[in-house]
T-cell receptor, first 116, second 114 residues
Framework: GAVVSQHPSRVICKSGTSVKIECRSLDFQATTMFWYRQFPKKSLMLMAT?????????EQGVEKDKFLINHASLTLSTLTVTSAHPEDSSFYIC????????????FGQGTRLTVV | AQSVTQPDIHITVSEGASLELRCNYS??????LFWYVQSPGQGLQLLLK??????LVQGIKGFEAEFKRSQSSFNLRKPSVHWSDAAEYFC????????????FGRGTSLIVHP
């Protein structure tokens, strides 16, 4: 089956530093990837849609300069949280949609970010 | 705009009992509907999905869901719950157009008592 790998699974960083999270589709090509943020006991909030070779589309209210998304290849998208602050602490999940298939996306295992 | 409502924040059942998790959606056209399960600190695993055809959908781990257009519902069921089913369950609706971006409900936390 389609596998999406997210790395790291957990990261702790100091306030003011930047953190990069990787999302890889291991056995399929993904033209489109999605980045979600999940607060405790809350649903998944779509942050942005990442398209290979083009700029990401951010949802309303999501700071583009804060959450940098790069989708440079068909198997890798990265989310960089810049100048992280404690309020950025959250669970971040990516999902990837196989090229040419529009009806399903596969999810990574998530990254727990803690900013201290 | 599409939306999903999961009216139950928590559901508690005894092991071996039957389970039904409710999901109502709002979408103008024929929706794509999904149920996902999330264990603590993990990503989402797809349980089942409905695109078209038979309105009773079978999924993994013994789960099934029924699409009822008249009620705008897609409730998840399992005849006998196991302790390992304790997790967070998310219903999602995706557009039937080409873009497909799922919208998730807030989730239902399933607690299983021995």
């Amino acid at each position: 089956g389609a596998v999406v790998s997210q790395h790291p699974s957990r990261v702790i960083c100091k306030s003011g530093t930047s953190v990069k999270i990787e999302c890889r589709s291991l056995d399929f090509q993904a033209t489109t990837m999605f980045w979600y943020r999940q607060f405790p006991k809350k649903s998944l909030m779509l942050m942005a849609t990442s398209n290979e070779g083009s700029k990401a589309t951010y949802e309303q209210g999501v700071e583009k300069d804060k959450f940098l998304i790069n989708h440079a290849s068909l198997t890798l998208s990265t989310l960089t949280v810049t100048s992280a602050h404690p309020e950025d602490s959250s669970f971040y999940i990516c999902s990837a949609r196989e090229t040419g298939r529009y009806t399903e996306a596969f999810f990574g295992q998530g990254t727990r970010l803690t900013v201290v | 705009a599409q939306s999903v409502t999961q009216p139950d924040i928590h559901i508690t059942v005894s092991e071996g009992a039957s389970l039904e998790l409710r999901c109502n959606y709002s979408y103008g056209a024929t929706p794509y509907l999904f149920w996902y399960v999330q264990s603590p600190g993990q990503g989402l695993q797809l349980l089942l999905k409905y695109f078209s055809g038979d309105t009773l959908v079978q999924g993994i781990k013994g789960f099934e869901a029924e699409f009822k257009r008249s009620q705008s519902s897609f409730n998840l069921r399992k005849p006998s719950v196991h302790w390992s089913d304790a997790a967070e369950y998310f219903c999602a609706v995706g557009s039937s157009g080409g873009s497909y971006i799922p919208t998730f409900g807030r989730g239902t936390s399933l607690i299983v008592h021995p």
